[in-house]
């Protein structure tokens, strides 16, 4: 409502996890975007903006607000390719106003299990992964550019893939990157217990096991 007011000619678009099922869209006023993103947003925000917001019905992927209420616009297939997404490189962020010296990072969208408890199976269907090179270029820009003490992964799963995992270890090693990282595991009879040592001499220092 504040940026409404100071700035009445700004586009507003919401996105996330909280607004993805029609449940969670309906209660958000009609008046308070012009559009919400379901789902992942990077091919859908950029279609958008070719478009112009004015014509955010004829784009897939979003909610748009009608008389009767949000109306979605379609469906939007997820992103296969992960690597031909450009990472955050936080340029416009004020690190300094943060407490923790973190920064998250994602290496992989949607998982290889069907946990019936977990919403993600849903919100990320089907799982695909970056490639090694493209983690550790990230990592290795972040660490540079930035004072972090924690790489948080957002994955739901970080080895859902053990070869790349195994590859992105040996590179963070290779490289001699000094992070520390962790995130969410499963417990898979295929994982080499070689890979342990690895995983931590390479920075891991934390893993959820569920």
């Known amino acids: 409502k504040r940026?409404?007011?100071r700035y009445p000619n700004r586009k507003i678009i919401f996105g996330g996890h909280e607004v993805f099922f029609p449940e969670q869209?309906?209660?958000?006023?009609l008046d308070a975007a012009d559009a919400i993103c379901k789902g992942e947003g990077e091919a859908t925000?950029?279609?958008?903006?070719?478009?112009?917001v004015e014509n955010a019905a004829e784009v897939p992927g979003l909610y748009v607000p009608t008389e009767e209420g949000w109306r979605n616009t379609g469906h939007r297939c997820p992103i296969q390719d992960l690597d031909t997404i450009p990472w955050p490189k936080f340029s416009?962020?004020?690190?300094?106003l943060y407490g923790k010296r973190f920064l998250p990072i994602m290496g992989s969208r949607g998982c290889i299990g069907n946990c019936f408890f977990c919403?993600?199976?849903?919100?990320?269907?089907?799982y695909r992964i970056r490639?090694?090179?493209?983690?550790?270029?990230?990592?290795?820009?972040?660490s540079t550019n930035f004072d972090v003490e924690h790489f948080p992964y957002n994955d739901?799963?970080?080895?859902?893939?053990?070869?790349?995992l195994e590859e992105k270890t040996d590179e963070l090693i290779r490289r001699k990157l000094d992070v520390s990282y962790g995130g969410n595991m499963m417990v898979r009879r295929h994982?080499?217990?070689?890979l342990f040592p690895k995983l931590r001499q390479s920075g891991m220092t934390i893993a959820l096991v569920g």
């Open 45 to 52: 925000i950029c279609e958008l903006m070719e478009r112009g």
């Open 191 to 194: 994982m080499p217990e070689s």
């Open 131 to 142: 490639s090694a090179s493209s983690q550790v270029d990230e990592l290795e820009y972040l």
């Open 156 to 164: 739901p799963l970080l080895d859902g893939n053990i070869p790349i």
């Open 92 to 96: 416009e962020i004020d690190y300094d």
């Open 3 to 5: 940026i409404r007011k």
């Open 25 to 29: 869209v309906a209660v958000v006023p």
């Open 119 to 126: 919403g993600d199976r849903y919100t990320a269907p089907g």
